[in-house]
């Protein structure tokens, strides 16, 4: 009896389950790949939502309210977390897997993007580092530390599901070097791809804003068609939440393909994280 009772309890998932919640669907799929059926994770943006415009709602209190760690990005991606970090239990703490990592890509004081805007729109550092397989991997580790802090009979558990994701995303990244993109020019919906250009060697020739919500102005539309025109680009990187009207005429105008990518969000059709990495994968090299 006391070896079924055992048994049971171990295939049980909730009889250990810590709680914790992330920012973005993102951040909360990471987040379950390293915790597994230990953890229990709660996403403030719902799926398919954009992070950069999101609001808190009431129910979002009740989305942090038991939970012990809340994961963010940091580098003025969540406008929203000081507003977060107000609904969180006495005694939660705040992880900030972005900030602090090696290589991040930041503007110099008064450098100018080509969009015309003096900063990034989100601060001075581009906060998607996420869509460089290898930051995914530096931020597995630093969740696999802190679940193993705040539950250490999880550790073994958790440093097992993070090799288990690190071969799954290494295995992607080998298809996106042999997909031979290095020199591939291209112009994109907003400044997200940074970090994925310069792991694979895309040239981005300019974005048509720093937030996707946003429209392009006519001068800078313009602009950044003459100088597309001047480069050569044939390939075009949409979103699925930003596929607008200037968009699809830049394209148009440069007889270029649109190829949707994803960077901020997740929904049904693409529901995690390595999902991302097969899509995108797909997307650009068909």
Excluded at 140 to 147: K, N, P, S, T, V
Excluded at 152 to 176: C, I, M
């Amino acid at each position: 009896m006391p070896r079924l009772v055992l048994l049971l309890l171990l295939l049980s998932p909730a009889w250990a389950q810590v709680q914790v919640a992330a920012t973005t669907p993102i951040l909360a799929d990471l987040v379950s790949q390293v915790g597994g059926n230990r953890v229990k994770v709660a996403s403030v943006v719902p799926p398919g939502a954009d992070p950069h415009t999101f609001e808190p709602t009431p129910s979002t209190a009740k989305t942090l309210a038991q939970s012990r760690l809340l994961f963010a990005n940091g580098l003025g991606l969540e406008a929203f977390l000081p507003k977060l970090q107000s609904l969180l239990p006495q005694g939660a703490r705040v992880v900030k897997l972005g900030e602090g990592q090696p290589g991040l890509i930041c503007q110099e004081e008064g450098q100018e993007e080509e969009h015309g805007e003096k900063e990034h729109a989100h601060g001075p550092c581009n906060p998607h580092l996420w869509l460089d397989p290898t930051y995914a991997l530096r931020y597995g580790e630093r969740i696999a530390q802190e679940l193993s802090r705040l539950d250490p009979q999880g550790k073994a558990l958790y440093q097992a599901n993070l090799r288990r994701f690190q071969t799954e995303v290494e295995k992607r990244d080998k298809a996106f070097q042999a997909c031979k993109l290095k020199g591939l020019k291209v112009v994109t919906q907003h400044d997200a791809f940074a970090y994925f250009a310069r792991r694979y060697g895309l040239q981005v020739v300019g974005s048509l804003t720093a937030m996707g919500v946003q429209e392009a102005g006519s001068r800078s539309f313009l602009a950044l068609l003459e100088r597309a025109r001047r480069e050569g680009v044939k390939l075009v990187l949409a979103e699925p939440q930003f596929q607008g009207t200037a968009l699809k005429a830049l394209a148009q105008a440069l007889g270029a393909r649109i190829a949707v990518l994803y960077t901020d969000t997740l929904d049904r059709r693409v529901s995690s994280y390595l999902d991302l990495l097969d899509h995108n994968l797909r997307a650009l090299c068909p």
